[in-house]
């Protein structure tokens, strides 16, 4: 049973730092990608990163700079280390996993991240971000 939990959210105010963790299991990482997506109240869910088996990263462009994720395989644990924050970044985020082999050609990894067909998330942890 896939199982991932989040934790590490919080407030801070603008241009400060948060690492988000997820403990993630239950899936094998060379079929998944694994990655962080967002969701704020009365918008459209974001995928923020993704990384898969061979640690290649992807980023949405609104965070291309000032966000890192990276995965230590021996804890099975996903980090989302968040610097120079906007209030913008306020979301609720969650980490998921995406079974790439399934995604069809059109649909990337982050942009699947969150869809029930390809994978799994979390209850996720709410970042909120003041000016």
């Known amino acids: 049973q896939v199982q991932l939990v989040e934790s590490g959210g919080g407030s801070v105010q603008a241009g400060g730092s948060l690492r988000l963790s997820c403990a993630a299991s239950?899936?094998?990482?060379?079929?998944?990608?694994i990655g962080w997506f967002r969701q704020a109240p009365g918008k459209e869910r974001e995928g923020v990163a993704t990384?898969?088996?061979?640690?290649?990263?992807s980023y949405a462009d609104s965070v291309k700079g000032r966000f890192t994720i990276s995965l230590d395989n021996a804890k099975n644990t996903l980090y989302l280390q968040m610097n120079s924050l906007k209030p913008e970044d306020t979301a609720m985020y969650h980490c998921?996993?995406?079974?790439?082999?399934?995604?069809?050609?059109?649909?990337?990894?982050?942009?699947?991240?969150?869809?029930?067909?390809?994978?799994?998330w979390g209850q996720g942890t709410q970042v909120t971000v003041s000016s």
């Open positions: 990384i898969n088996s061979d640690g290649s990263t």
């Open positions: 998921a996993s995406v079974e790439s082999g399934r995604l069809p050609i059109w649909l990337t990894a982050i942009q699947a991240l969150g869809d029930p067909d390809f994978g799994y």
């Open positions: 239950g899936f094998a990482y060379t079929i998944y990608n």
